[in-house]
């Protein structure tokens, strides 16, 4: 038969079959190099393989592990969920606002909100509560501090994320009135406020990045967040 009269399917098939054949040739021929070859030829080639494997399991995630951006998010979610807490007028009434812990500045900061009296109750994750006391408040931010003596549970650091440092498209993460971690972006910087693609977050909580760092706290305005320069500022008393 002439190559030539072969339709599609039968050149096809009998690509296949040559290569198939020429693959088995390849590994008969290869085997029998190395059976005649000297020894430190067949151990370098075997370690070659080794490595080969080697590399390719540790690349490849075994058991549907969390990848990288994973393990970030739900890091950033449970630092932001141990610094998120409510302010009562006493340890039997309800709560009348939502504060971010900052653990290292011994206070709490939330959204200015009119009525908030000047001593307050602070309930954290853990169930305990601690007494603070009003330090400083301006249009956007309101500062309770614990005093020295206060006994105030550990959470994880709140490392201030720069407003000159953050860039539409990055993702932030925030709680929800129900205790439920949502996702977004920042889809604008305009001021001091930076608007996010977040629902409705409760005024005072904070959003976080996914690295961890406090981009700011909600002022109670879908999506809109008081950075996290401005926090600092009032606990610093800078200008």
């Given at each position: 038969m002439?190559?030539?009269?072969?339709?599609?399917?039968?050149?096809?098939?009998?690509?296949?079959?040559?290569?198939?054949?020429?693959?088995?040739?390849?590994?008969?021929?290869?085997?029998?190099?190395l059976?005649?070859?000297?020894?430190?030829?067949?151990?370098?080639?075997?370690?070659?393989?080794?490595?080969?494997?080697?590399?390719?399991?540790?690349q490849v995630?075994?058991?549907?592990?969390?990848?990288?951006?994973?393990?970030?998010?739900?890091?950033?979610?449970s630092?932001?969920?141990?610094?998120?807490?409510?302010?009562?007028?006493?340890?039997?009434?309800?709560?009348?606002?939502?504060?971010?812990?900052?653990?290292i500045?011994?206070?709490?900061?939330t959204?200015?909100?009119?009525?908030?009296?000047?001593?307050?109750?602070?309930?954290?994750?853990?169930?305990?509560?601690?007494?603070?006391?009003?330090?400083?408040?301006?249009?956007?931010?309101?500062?309770y501090g614990?005093?020295?003596?206060?006994?105030?549970?550990?959470?994880?650091?709140?490392?201030p994320a720069?407003?000159?440092?953050?860039?539409?498209?990055?993702?932030?993460?925030?709680?929800?009135?129900?205790?439920?971690?949502?996702?977004?972006?920042?889809?604008?910087i305009?001021?001091?406020?930076?608007?996010?693609?977040l629902?409705?977050?409760?005024?005072?909580?904070?959003?976080v990045?996914?690295?961890?760092?406090?981009?700011?706290?909600?002022?109670?305005?879908p999506?809109?967040?008081?950075?996290?320069?401005?926090?600092?500022?009032?606990?610093?008393?800078?200008?």
């Open positions: 002439n190559i030539e009269d072969l339709s599609k399917s039968q050149l096809l098939l009998l690509t296949v079959l040559v290569n198939f054949v020429t693959a088995i040739a390849t590994a008969v021929l290869t085997v029998s190099l059976d005649e070859a000297p020894t430190t030829v067949t151990q370098t080639v075997n370690r070659i393989v080794e490595n080969t494997i080697e590399t390719v399991t540790t995630p075994v058991g549907g592990g969390p990848s990288r951006e994973e393990e970030l998010l739900t890091s950033a979610i630092a932001s969920a141990a610094r998120s807490t409510a302010i009562h007028r006493s340890t039997s009434t309800p709560a009348i606002a939502s504060a971010t812990y900052l653990p500045s011994r206070a709490v900061a959204a200015r909100v009119d009525g908030l009296p000047k001593e307050v109750v602070v309930a954290f994750p853990d169930g305990s509560f601690a007494e603070a006391s009003l330090t400083s408040s301006n249009d956007e931010v309101t500062i614990f005093s020295d003596t206060a006994f105030l549970p550990d959470a994880p650091a709140a490392s720069e407003l000159a440092t953050l860039l539409q498209g990055q993702t932030v993460i925030s709680m929800t009135a129900g205790g439920n971690a949502v996702t977004g972006i920042i889809s604008k305009e001021g001091n406020t930076i608007y996010t693609s629902p409705v977050i409760p005024a005072g909580t904070a959003a990045l996914l690295g961890g760092g406090l981009m700011g706290i909600s002022t109670g305005v999506g809109a967040f008081v950075t996290a320069d401005s926090i600092m500022a009032l606990l610093t008393g800078s200008p």
